[in-house]
């Protein structure tokens, strides 16, 4: 990835808080949904319950889409909205790893109080989204796929 387009995607992803995830079912039904998300050693991390859909569809089947997208009160044409779309594949990140904790300590330097009380209830666990290629749309006519090994840092 040039040094521009990394620049570029830096800047749209460290405007938010959460990621839009497109996920599927082992039957293939497709979801989307959203989630807070830290950027920890190049991989992005959210923290899920069992009680959402796109949870089970991330345990029976890895793949997702995920996307940052500029807010319409700040695009000057709606129709082509600067954003960028990850493909990518989940990992499950055992609680009992050095990982684990760490990550769990940027998330609740980034969210707060709510992290530890999430971090008590069993049916919340944590994915490493790892990213394989990126495709940022800058405006008409100016999109870019790059690949990507990762998430660039905050």
């Known amino acids: 990835m040039t040094r521009e387009l990394h620049n570029d995607i830096k800047n749209l992803i460290s405007h938010f808080e959460t990621v839009l995830m497109a ?3 082992s039957e293939g039904e497709p979801e989307i949904s959203y989630s ?5 050693d ?5 923290f899920l319950s069992d009680l959402a859909l796109h949870t089970g569809n991330l345990k029976s089947n890895p793949r997702a889409s995920l996307l940052f997208i500029e807010n319409e009160q700040d695009a000057e044409q709606l129709h ?9 594949t989940a990992e ?6 050095d990982h684990f904790r760490t990550v769990m300590t940027v998330m609740e ?3 707060g109080d709510i992290m530890p009380l999430l971090e008590s209830l069993p049916d919340f666990h944590l994915f490493a989204m ?7 749309v800058k ?4 999109a870019h796929t790059v690949e990507c090994e990762g998430f660039p840092e905050p």
């Open 92 to 97: 499950l990140i055992d609680r009992k790893s």
């Open 139 to 142: 405006g008409f006519a100016d």
């Open 42 to 46: 190049g991989q992005l991390h959210v």
């Open 130 to 136: 790892r990213t394989d290629s990126a495709v940022l």
């Open 80 to 88: 082509a909205r600067r954003r960028v779309t990850f493909s990518a």
């Open 23 to 25: 996920t599927s079912s």
């Open 109 to 111: 330097s980034r969210f």
């Open 36 to 40: 807070p998300y830290s950027i920890v």
